[in-house]
Nanobody
Framework: VQLQASGGGLVQAGDSLRLSCAASGFNFNNYALAWFRQAPGKEREFVALISRRRGTTSYAYYADSVKGRFTISRDNTEKTVYLQMNSLKSEDTAVYYC?????????????????????WGQGTLVTVSS
């Protein structure tokens, strides 16, 4: 299982950024996918997750701090999960990690707990200057 995150960078407050996480080595369709972040001196925290599909629909869940500003999506053909981040704030500055967890069912195994995820990308740094 491999996850490769990219798309981080230095932006100003109010700007947008899109993170990507390319997956390989596992059946992407059967996994729930998530983004976490870790700011300097802080613990890793949940940002967003997207379930495996039910038909053509996936279900997204967000941390309250990013709800309405961030959008998670997945492309099962490209085996990639995205995090569109709009209206960025200085408090969004962190290293962002993508993670994958086997999911038995679209409504199962969707968790915000980092330790429940077995596979992790290397992280991509997002810096938001005010």
């Amino acid at each position: 299982v491999q996850l490769q995150a990219s798309g981080g960078g230095l932006v100003q407050a109010g700007d947008s950024l899109r993170l990507s996480c390319a997956a390989s080595g596992f059946n992407f369709n059967n996994y729930a996918l998530a983004w976490f972040r870790q700011a300097p001196g802080k613990e890793r925290e949940f940002v967003a997750l997207i379930s495996r599909r039910r038909g053509t629909t996936s279900y997204a869940y967000y941390a309250d701090s990013v709800k309405g500003r961030f959008t998670i999506s997945r492309d099962n053909t490209e085996k990639t999960v995205y995090l569109q981040m709009n209206s960025l704030k200085s408090e969004d500055t962190a290293v962002y990690y993508c993670a994958a967890r086997y999911s038995r069912h679209y409504d199962a195994d969707n968790t915000e707990v980092a330790s429940e995820y077995s596979s992790w990308g290397q992280g991509t740094l997002v810096t938001v200057s005010s």
